[in-house]
């Protein structure tokens, strides 16, 4: 069990307003593919960066979201966005949705079965394509505002695009993401049956835990604060707060951030811009190395 080291497949940011989320990505230098629609109710845009992707996500049609009772997708977002907006789920990389299951049983966790549903998208050329996905929660009792799952694609081909991977501010790959929690140290066996990653770093700021072509960072909040501002919201519960982006001019990248009256910090040579001007997801942007 965790030979295999996953990767972060993609990122889930709730907003309340799609349409202004996109404009502030687009004012940030991203290239964001058009709206899609999903058939529970909800609506993305991506942006698709080297290594993951980021799924700006909104309620589009709460009258299509399951009334059954139990976790899903939409009604877990739903009921999130109700809180606050921000970064809600993390989607790690798969292969095979059964598998993913029985080992996240085998590993002490409790997944839901196996979630299947498909849509279409529209490539940079135009065209409409199929996409296909099985996903696999873990409900983590302990992590009431952050979920942790698996994605397979069933058409990758479908969906990633250079096209949609060409940024004008020369963004590369997600570097990392930011979680905080009072011990971090508390989930150090949820992370490793999730990601495969038994080769946990461990200081006094956190826990780092390197996965394929990037990491995740478990802060403390007081470190998460000292590190990258003010980043942490009120309360004590942990919580996904951020993520990294590598960016191959970090200068070109502050001069746009000024440019267009966006709201940063500097922080360890990176650009940090807070949560409250980024729909409540900081947004860090570092040298690519």
């Known amino acids: 069990m965790g030979e295999t080291v996953r990767a972060i497949d993609h990122l889930v940011l709730p907003v309340a307003d799609l349409a202004a989320a996109v404009a502030f990505y687009e004012a940030l230098g991203f290239t964001v593919a058009p709206v899609a629609h999903h058939p529970f109710g909800t609506a993305n845009a991506v942006v698709q960066l080297g290594n993951a992707y980021l799924e700006l996500l909104t309620v589009e049609a709460p009258e299509k979201i399951p009334a059954a009772s139990g976790f899903s997708f939409a009604t877990y977002n739903r009921d999130f966005l109700a809180r606050h907006e921000g970064f809600s789920m993390v989607a790690l990389t798969s292969v095979d949705a059964v598998a993913d299951a029985a080992h996240f049983a085998a590993g002490g966790f409790l997944p839901l079965p196996p979630f299947d549903f498909a849509r279409d998208t529209v490539t940079a050329a135009g065209e409409t394509r199929r996409l296909a996905f099985s996903l696999v929660f873990v409900v983590e009792p302990q992590l009431s505002e952050a979920v942790f799952f698996t994605c397979r694609h069933h058409h990758p081909e479908n969906f990633w695009s250079d096209a949609y991977r060409r940024h004008q501010n020369g963004a590369g790959d997600l570097a990392g993401i930011l979680m905080t929690a009072p011990d971090p140290a508390d989930f150090h066996e949820f992370l490793y049956v999730m990601t495969g990653q038994h080769d946990i770093h461990a200081s006094s700021a956190g826990v780092r835990i390197p996965m394929t072509g990037t ?30 982006v590598a960016v191959g001019d970090l200068a070109a990248m502050r001069a746009r951030l000024e440019a267009a009256g966006i709201a940063h910090g500097e922080r360890g040579g990176a650009l940090v811009v807070p949560p409250a001007a980024a729909f409540g997801t900081a947004i860090v942007f570092e040298a690519a190395r």
């Open 215 to 244: 990491e995740i960072d478990v802060l403390s909040p007081l470190a998460a604060r000292a590190l990258f501002g003010d980043i942490v919201p009120a309360g004590e519960a942990p919580r996904l707060v951020g993520f990294r």
